[in-house]
């Protein structure tokens, strides 16, 4: 194998590697959701299958000619990159954030082809070291061409293509690519095609192109699914990543189907009479900010919300996010509210979780800092917090406004503090003491300040440096 050959295959199967590596992350974000816990999964379990990829083929080209191993093997990694998504879809349904079931699910979608793909570097390193006198400057040469790939493939996945083409769309090419190249080789080195082979080729080909996930639309964050409610002709659940995050009734701005949201509707129709100008933690559907303008005239909302193709889509199905008196700013809330200026706002809602999803930078102390810069002193500040487990969350989380605010409430579920199975806590807070507002018990129980502060009692507040929020909110 001539030496510019050798390179471009290993750049080639590196690139893919990490293609592949990025395009888990979506493809399984479904599944387990997106968290450092997710990440830490997949990157594990690629980083194994590169390990074995790379023993097994070096093992292999010892034994046999690795001229008639590489083809093949470049066109086995193409097969199991169309499988992988056939395997996501047939496994569609199952959700789990614990760290048995992300490594698993990892494993059985994309440790095959990550090994696979892995075993070709040291098979083309067998053919190039002719000459014991060079052998540094081969494997050198191979590491840094396998390096380029494989900081090209993360590069331009994570920047450009994600953004541009659908998961499924480029997990087909990226295979085709493979398969293609693996018959080429193939027939460089002269070696027999086995007809079973393309058999197994064809038909998980096919799998892949026919076989489309449920989203309707992909954005660089989530699979997007709009669903129409079956007993509310008005009624559209908006589903990221398999998990309801918001309602909307395109008739009645001021329905509002999820209990944490008619707590948030509770606390400020109790505490802030008039116009409100309001900020707003992530968009979604928009429901609150809609209830808001539509139930207090002369309002206004910004909302900062980071999936701008999200923003896009509401708008476009549902005709939302730019109505009167809503400023939507896209971006990440931890860089776009240093934008805005002191004591503006009279409410902050907090809303940017969504399933297994959690965005643990926007629960430090550093950015509640930010928060209470933004809003003015009689202010108050409403926050959505899933938890589950021991509401280890809850508590670090009442903690860590406590450095900040003096009034600190939390709504429960129906049932109080119960532990166990991943529910919504409401916490309420403001500079001013919270009058406790009227609710439905339907919709929860309000724990006064001082049984707010023995819930939170011992709890450590959260910090940039010490934030494992995915490992506090993990149900038992």
Not at 2 to 25: C, Q, W
Not at 89 to 116: C, H, K, M, R
Not at 364 to 393: H, K, P, Q, S, Y
Request: overall charge negative.
């Amino acid at each position: 194998m001539r030496p510019r050959l050798a390179t471009a295959v290993v750049f080639g199967t590196s690139f893919s590697v990490l293609v592949l590596e990025i395009l888990a992350g979506r493809l399984l974000a479904p599944l387990i959701g997106v968290s450092l816990e997710t990440f830490t999964g997949i990157i594990g379990t690629v980083l194994a299958g590169i390990a074995l990829g790379s023993a097994v083929g070096g093992r292999l080209a010892d034994r046999r000619d690795p001229a008639h191993l590489i083809g093949p093997a470049v066109a086995v990694g193409g097969v199991l990159t169309w499988v992988a998504p056939v395997l996501v879809s047939a496994l569609d349904g199952l959700q789990s954030s614990d760290p048995f079931s992300i490594v698993l699910l990892a494993g059985v979608t994309f440790f095959a082809p990550a090994a696979v793909l892995s075993s070709v570097t040291p098979m083309v390193a067998k053919l190039l070291l002719s000459d014991l006198d060079e052998t540094g400057r081969t494997v050198g040469n191979l590491s840094a061409a396998g390096t380029a790939g494989a900081l090209t493939g993360t590069f331009l996945t994570g920047f450009v293509l994600v953004a541009a083409v659908s998961t499924r769309t480029l997990m087909f090419a990226v295979g085709a690519a493979l398969v293609v190249a693996g018959t080429l080789l193939t027939a460089w080195s002269r070696s027999r095609v086995n007809p079973l082979f393309v058999v197994l080729a064809a038909a998980a080909g096919l799998g892949a192109l026919t076989l489309s996930g449920s989203c309707d639309t992909e954005t660089g964050y989530a699979c997007v699914e709009l669903v129409v409610d079956p007993a509310n002709p008005a009624g559209r659940t908006l589903v990221l990543n398999r998990s309801r995050n918001s309602y909307v009734d395109v008739d009645d701005p001021t329905h509002l189907e999820f209990r944490y949201l008619r707590l948030f509707a509770a606390v400020i129709d109790g505490t802030r009479p008039g116009p409100i100008e309001g900020l707003h933690l992530g968009g979604a559907g928009f429901t609150f900010p809609r209830y808001l303008n539509a139930t207090r005239s002369d309002s206004s909302q910004t909302v900062l919300e980071i999936d701008g193709p999200l923003v896009d889509f509401t708008q476009r199905e549902l005709g939302l996010g730019s109505a009167a008196g809503i400023e939507v700013v896209v971006g990440d809330a931890r860089l776009t509210i240093a934008d805005l200026p002191d004591r503006r706002f009279d409410v902050v809602s907090a809303d940017a979780f969504s399933g297994l999803t959690v965005p643990w930078h926007l629960t430090t102390d550093e950015f509640v800092a930010e928060l209470d810069r933004v809003l003015r002193a009689d202010g108050i500040v409403v926050m959505n917090v899933i938890d589950g487990g021991d509401l280890d969350f809850v508590r670090a989380e009442i903690a860590t406004y406590g450095l900040h605010f003096e009034n600190v409430i939390v709504i429960a579920p129906p049932g109080g503090t119960a532990t166990g199975r991943a529910r919504n806590y409401v916490l309420v807070v403001s500079h001013q003491a919270i009058p406790l507002p009227e609710i439905n018990p339907a919709d929860g129980e309000i724990l006064d300040p001082a049984q707010t502060q023995a819930l939170a009692a011992g709890a450590e507040p959260l910090t940039d440096d010490f934030a494992p929020v995915d490992q506090m909110r993990r149900t038992r």
